[in-house]
């Protein structure tokens, strides 16, 4: 019997094992018996004991990986990962089968259920485009041929890297010239790439840069070369073109092929000989031998691929000639460099003819076939010429301050500035130069040979000045380099012409002039000069004066040619002193009569004064007050004028003087300064009355003064003002009252009674006004309080209830004696005194 002790997959235990269902196909031999049926048993249980693992690939039944070519997708880099799954989670191999396709990978296990998949060669899909291969995957319960398998498909994708390649081809095309345009070849190039890195596109590089002559089209993969024009040997025999197969890649790089085709022209007879080795010029001594070789010519065929020979000739000479098969020039008689024919400076022009010849009977070509050429054949001579001027004398003219290189201009229309000399190199080589030498001018050129238009031009323009000098005379030589030397010379004769160069210059910067005020018209002002040293019109004949400016200037005229000033308009307040006395005018001179160049000066016009203002009081009238006997005035009295005159001249210099008036006698003045001074004091009641009524002023009569004082200036003609002046005279109280009488003698009745007038004492003062001359009475002493006074009338009256009775007084009295005073300047300390006897009337007895 079968035990399960003895049936293991490995170590592990059959019932341990998962089964599975599993289909065998059994090829039966013979009969039936107990070892087929062990044999089954045995593989169902194996079977059963370990589940297989899987490829992880998401129910897809392959995998299929894409990769671009190399070196898009470089050896050893990762291309893919593998995963995969066990139902008995063991340890998972991944693995390949053995095949040629397989070399393409390497797989490295780096985990229990991964595996990465490594290029191990270089993929090339023009070699191979896809790769067929076999994963194994087997667990660890596996033995080495028990796996499960998964197909795994590798795909190569192109890249451009294969450039298109030319299939051969003629690499020379012989094309004769003049050819009608067509297809010449056709060219193929192949490309190994597929798709459009595979498709070729033809184009066309004419290595010498004639571009329009060929052409090349891409037609079902070939190139069609095409001549697109006729061609010309003569022109160009040989065409490098240069073919270029490119792919059609839309992205990355393009490959190129190429093909190189040389195109021959082949020549046909079209062309007439070419010279090909002409000697222009050649020289020869005039005393060379007949015979002696000049020079040589050598021309070929055009038509270069047919070569025919050439035959020489010479146009008609009596001098040279030339061998028709060599080409050489030689003499024909003996040469004379001086001798006049048709050269010049010894130059012999020779016009040579070369003419194609056939080469089996040396018949002439057509006419086209012949060309002419020249050379110039000079005569060499000794030295037996001298330098020559064209002129023995030459007159120029240039402006003044010309630029620096300025040339002269001749003035003879005819005149031939140049100079030659007909010797050869240095035999007819000379210099140029100016004597004496100076640095306002130069020739050119300083060496020549055998000739030359020499120019006089300007050298330092700083010292050309007309106003220095007007002409310059020098002379020019020309002197041959070589010994012996030989030279000839010209007078030169220089104008230089003047040029508005210089600016008018005023005579002075400042014109300072005057004119009276009040001027009539025409009254010159002042007259302005200016000078330039310029000539004619640029100078001072041209000088123009205009453009006078200023306040006043509308009220003036200026000449232009003389430059005098004149009133225009007289009568304007401008020209009154005493409105303003100064004016600034500034003036023109223009030269090159008022059209050139221009200076400024100054007129300082100062209005001079005329004696046209009479003095002006400042008053209207002045007043002054003066005590009785005094000589001063309370107030100084001073009258004062202004002139409007010019200050500080006789047209204003002021003296007073009293003109008029009855006292004036009695005053002095100051005749500068306009002092009023009373020469004596003045008695109040002595002035004779001035036909006016007293003035009363603070209570006191005053009496007026009436004088005229003139106020003159000291021009011509005098003018003066007057202006009145009132003196008011003040009585003072210098008269004491003075009585009529001095005693005073009256008898009474002694029966008056009391307020009866007895007598009236009377005294008069001198003095002309009140208060001065007002009195007052007293009764000093002896009234015995028997009698009073009226203090203003001076009447004495017995006193109100007096008794005169002398038997009532005492010791009978019948005589008063009374003392009786006048008061003055109402002051009780001035007075005067009077007696008066009274007494009393009594019958026959009187005391005297």
């Known amino acids: 019997m079968y035990s399960e002790k003895q049936s293991k997959l490995g170590d592990k235990p059959i019932a341990n094992m998962a089964y599975k269902k599993v289909r065998f196909k059994v090829l039966t031999i013979g009969t039936v018996g107990q070892n087929i049926f062990i044999i089954l048993t045995i593989l169902i249980c194996a079977v059963s004991s370990n589940r297989p693992p899987r490829f992880a690939i998401d129910g897809q039944s392959e995998i299929v990986l894409r990769l671009k070519e190399s070196p898009e997708t470089r050896v050893g880099s990762q291309i893919y990962t593998l995963r995969g799954y066990d139902p008995d989670n063991d340890p998972l191999i991944f693995g390949k089968r053995n095949s040629h396709d397989s070399e393409i990978i390497r797989i490295e296990n780096t985990s229990g259920n991964e595996a990465k998949v490594f290029l191990a060669k270089e993929l090339d899909r023009e070699t191979q485009d896809e790769y067929a291969i076999v994963l194994t995957l087997t667990d660890s319960q596996y033995g080495d041929?028990?796996?499960?398998?998964?197909?795994?498909?590798?795909?190569?994708?192109?890249?451009?890297?294969?450039?298109?390649?030319?299939?051969?081809?003629?690499?020379?095309?012989?094309?004769?010239?003049?050819?009608?345009?067509?297809?010449?070849?056709?060219?193929?190039?192949?490309?190994?790439?597929?798709?459009?890195?595979?498709?070729?596109?033809?184009?066309?590089?004419?290595?010498?840069?004639?571009?329009?002559a060929f052409s090349i089209a891409t037609h079902q993969g070939k190139g069609i070369l095409r001549l697109q024009r006729q061609l010309d040997y003569e022109s160009k025999s040989l065409y490098?073109?240069?073919?270029?197969?490119?792919?059609?890649?839309?992205?990355?790089?393009?490959?190129?092929?190429?093909?190189?085709?040389?195109?021959?022209?082949?020549?046909?007879?079209?062309?007439?000989p070419e010279f090909v080795e002409v000697q222009a010029v050649a020289r020869i001594a005039e005393d060379a031998p007949v015979g002696t070789k000049v020079l040589r010519v050598r021309a070929i065929d055009g038509d270069r691929g047919i070569?025919?020979?050439?035959?020489?000739?010479?146009?008609?000479?009596?001098?040279?000639?030339?061998?028709?098969?060599?080409?050489?020039?030689?003499?024909?008689?003996?040469?004379?460099?001086?001798?006049?024919?048709?050269?010049?400076?010894?130059?012999?022009?020779?016009?040579?003819?070369?003419?194609?010849?056939?080469?089996?009977?040396?018949?002439?070509?057509?006419?086209?076939?012949?060309?002419?050429?020249?050379?110039?054949?000079?005569?060499?001579?000794?030295n037996d010429e001298i330098p020559t001027f064209g002129a023995p004398i030459y007159r120029c003219e240039v402006n003044e301050n010309a630029q620096t290189n300025t040339p002269l201009n001749f003035i003879d229309g005819d005149v031939q500035n140049f100079v030659y000399d007909h010797d050869e190199g240095k035999n007819g080589t000379f210099r140029l130069f100016l004597d004496p030498p100076n640095d306002l001018f130069e020739i050119v050129p300083e060496l020549a040979v055998n000739e030359a238009n020499f120019m006089l031009r300007v050298r330092n323009s700083k010292s050309l000045d007309f106003e220095q000098f007007v002409?310059?005379?020098?002379?020019?030589?020309?002197?041959?380099?070589?010994?012996?030397?030989?030279?000839?010379?010209?007078?030169?004769?220089?104008?230089?012409?003047d040029q508005n160069d210089n600016f008018p210059e005023f005579t002075q910067a400042i014109y300072n002039a005057g004119v009276p005020e009040n001027s009539e018209l025409g009254t010159i002002i002042a007259q302005v000069e200016a000078v330039d040293v310029d000539s004619g019109d640029f100078g001072s004949m041209g000088i123009r004066y205009t453009n006078l400016r200023g306040g006043i200037a509308h009220l003036l005229h200026?000449?232009?040619?003389?430059?005098?000033?004149?009133?225009?308009?007289?009568?304007?307040?401008?020209?009154?002193?005493?409105?303003?006395?100064?004016?600034?005018?500034?003036?023109?001179?223009?030269?090159?009569?008022?059209?050139?160049?221009?200076?400024?000066?100054?007129?300082?016009?100062?209005?001079?004064?005329?004696?046209d203002n009479a003095p002006i009081f400042l008053h209207r009238q002045y007043e002054a007050k003066l005590l009785e006997n005094k000589a001063e005035f309370e107030t100084p009295l001073q009258v004062e004028a202004r002139d409007l005159d010019l200050n500080g001249t006789e047209n204003s210099q002021i003296t007073y003087e009293i003109v008029e008036g009855l006292y004036r006698m009695n005053f002095s003045i100051d005749p500068e300064s306009g002092y009023v001074r009373p020469l004596h004091h003045f008695d109040y009641e002595e002035l004779v009355d001035s036909h006016r009524r007293p003035v009363r002023q603070a209570n006191a009569e005053m009496r007026e003064i009436d004088l005229l004082i003139r106020a003159r200036d000291s021009g011509i003609p005098m003018l003066s003002t007057v202006v009145p002046v009132l003196i008011y005279v003040q009585d003072v109280n210098d008269n004491p009252p003075i009585f009529q009488k001095s005693f005073y003698a009256k008898t009474v009745p002694e029966d008056l009674p009391g307020g009866s007038s007895v007598l009236q004492v009377l005294a008069i003062d001198r003095d002309g006004s009140s208060p001065n001359n007002a009195i007052v009475y007293r009764i000093q002493t002896g009234a015995s309080d028997k009698f009073i006074i009226n203090s203003e009338t001076g009447v004495i009256s017995v006193a109100q209830g007096a008794n005169l009775d002398p038997d009532l007084t005492e010791s009978k009295r019948l005589i008063y004696t009374l003392n009786v005073v006048s008061i003055w300047k109402s002051k009780w300390i001035d007075w005067f005194l009077m007696n008066s006897l009274l007494s009393t009337d009594r019958i026959g007895w009187w005391p005297w």
Do not use: M
Not at 187 to 201: H, K, P
């Open 471 to 497: 002409e310059i005379n020098f002379t020019i030589f020309a002197r041959e380099i070589d010994e012996p030397t030989r030279w000839s010379s010209a007078h030169v004769q220089i104008f230089i012409r």
């Open 558 to 611: 200026l000449n232009p040619i003389t430059g005098v000033v004149t009133i225009k308009t007289p009568g304007s307040p401008a020209f009154d002193r005493e409105i303003i006395s100064r004016h600034y005018l500034t003036v023109e001179a223009i030269d090159n009569v008022g059209q050139g160049n221009r200076n400024t000066a100054q007129i300082i016009i100062d209005i001079q004064d005329v004696n």
């Open 145 to 212: 041929h028990n796996y499960v398998t998964q197909s795994f498909l590798l795909l190569v994708e192109d890249i451009n890297d294969n450039a298109p390649i030319f299939l051969p081809y003629p690499n020379a095309i012989e094309i004769p010239e003049g050819s009608a345009p067509g297809v010449i070849s056709t060219l193929e190039a192949t490309d190994a790439d597929e798709g459009a890195y595979g498709q070729v596109v033809y184009y066309l590089q004419e290595l010498d840069g004639d571009n329009d």
């Open 307 to 382: 070569n025919n020979p050439i035959a020489y000739a010479l146009d008609g000479n009596d001098l040279f000639d030339i061998d028709p098969h060599t080409g050489v020039v030689y003499t024909l008689t003996v040469l004379d460099r001086e001798e006049e024919s048709d050269q010049v400076n010894g130059a012999h022009i020779l016009r040579i003819t070369a003419t194609e010849l056939t080469k089996d009977g040396e018949e002439p070509q057509k006419t086209a076939a012949t060309v002419r050429t020249e050379v110039t054949i000079i005569v060499t001579d000794v």
């Open 240 to 272: 490098q073109l240069r073919i270029l197969a490119i792919d059609r890649a839309n992205q990355g790089p393009v490959n190129t092929g190429t093909a190189a085709i040389l195109v021959k022209v082949r020549d046909i007879a079209d062309q007439p």
